[in-house]
């Protein structure tokens, strides 16, 4: 199974990023995609998920800014950011599993730094 996470990047507080993940070698349809970050000198955490069936779960501190989606035709999964703020600032990671508790496979990371 492969992860490629994308879509990071430098943008001011306020702005918007959408991050993508391309998936491989699984039946992606059958398994929940999370995306979770990591600042530097913090552990890494949830930011949001969704389940096969279209459900999602999301961190509090996110809910209304971010977005996370699914397209099952093209094994992809993508997580809109809006009004960004630096607290959001960290590596982010997509990750699969079987359930909204348990991933089982990672991506590589895409940063994303938010200006003040």
């Known amino acids: 199974v492969q992860l490629q996470a994308s879509g990071g990047g430098l943008v001011q507080a306020g702005g918007s990023l959408r991050l993508s993940c391309a998936a491989s070698g699984r039946t992606f349809s059958t398994y929940v995609m999370g995306w979770f970050r990591q600042a530097p000198g913090k552990a890494r955490e949830f930011v949001a998920a969704i389940g096969w069936s279209g459900s999602t779960d999301y961190k509090n501190s996110v809910k209304g800014r971010f977005t996370i989606s699914r397209d099952n035709t093209s094994n992809k999964s993508y997580l809109q950011m809006n009004n960004l703020q630096p607290e959001d600032t960290a590596v982010y990671y997509c990750?699969?599993?079987?359930?909204?508790?348990?991933?089982?496979?990672w991506g590589q990371g895409t940063q994303v730094t938010v200006s003040s």
């Open positions: 990750a699969m599993g079987p359930s909204m508790r348990i991933y089982d496979n």
